[in-house]
């Protein structure tokens, strides 16, 4: 099956700071989301994209599917902003995710 | 629009007993799923459905069953539970259109549930 491999596995970062999250994918896919789970446990579907470049506030996300990655930008981080970032991928556009192991971010005032 | 709800948000069972979690969505989405997160790892998915009456297989079925028989229920059954079944099980709602650009939207977690098999 399709491997999805994330990096970095954590990382911490100071109020204010830039980051870049990589998502990287064996095979070729027709699905790619980017999710966020809150310390609480509560994920929340930040950005489908299969391919291109897409923003969403301090957020933006671009996938280049025929090199098989993609990359979530996170701008003037937040505390909120603390979590874990999964990449997930798909064979079809039809669902069946396979999840990656995860970003671990922790924000710092 | 409650969105997708699980229950219970937390149980434990002793090795043998069965339980089913249950889950609900109100968005009219075509495709369910149920996931497990295991801690410190990424989620993996039990069994999927793409509409009432049509189920399939995960990457890890075994040990559990399910069934579609409405858009909006899809509940997950444990019937010998198992400590390696410890876990804290997710359920998802997308819509998938159809046609030459098919495409997965909305795609919706419950809260979960957390539970502990002992």
């Keep these: 099956g399709i491997q999805v491999e994330q990096s970095p596995p954590d990382l911490i970062l100071q109020e204010g700071a830039n980051s870049t999250l990589r998502c990287n994918f064996s095979d070729s896919v027709n699905n790619l989301q980017w999710f966020h789970q809150n310390p609480w446990g509560q994920l929340i579907n930040l950005f489908y994209i299969p391919s291109g470049t897409k923003q969403n506030g301090r957020l933006s996300a671009t996938t280049v599917a025929t090199e098989r990655y993609s990359l979530l930008y996170i701008s003037s981080s937040q505390t909120t902003d603390s979590g874990v970032y999964f990449c997930a991928v798909a064979r079809n556009q039809g669902g069946k995710l396979i999840f990656g192991q995860g970003t671990e971010l922790s924000v710092k005032p | ?118």
């Design chain 2, 1 to 118: 629009n409650a969105g997708v709800t699980q229950t219970p948000k937390f149980r434990i069972l002793k090795i043998g007993q069965s339980m089913t979690l249950q889950c609900t969505q109100d968005m009219n989405h075509n495709y369910m799923y149920w996931y497990r997160q295991d801690p410190g790892m990424g989620l993996k998915l039990i069994y999927y459905s793409v509409g009432a009456g049509i189920t399939d297989k995960g990457e890890v079925p075994n040990g559990y069953n399910v069934s579609r028989s409405t858009t909006e229920d899809f509940p997950l059954r444990l019937e010998l539970a198992a400590p390696s079944q410890t876990s804290v099980y997710f359920c998802a709602s997308s819509y998938s259109s159809t046609g030459a650009n098919r495409a997965n939207y909305g795609y919706t977690f419950g809260s979960g549930t957390r539970l502990t098999v002992v």
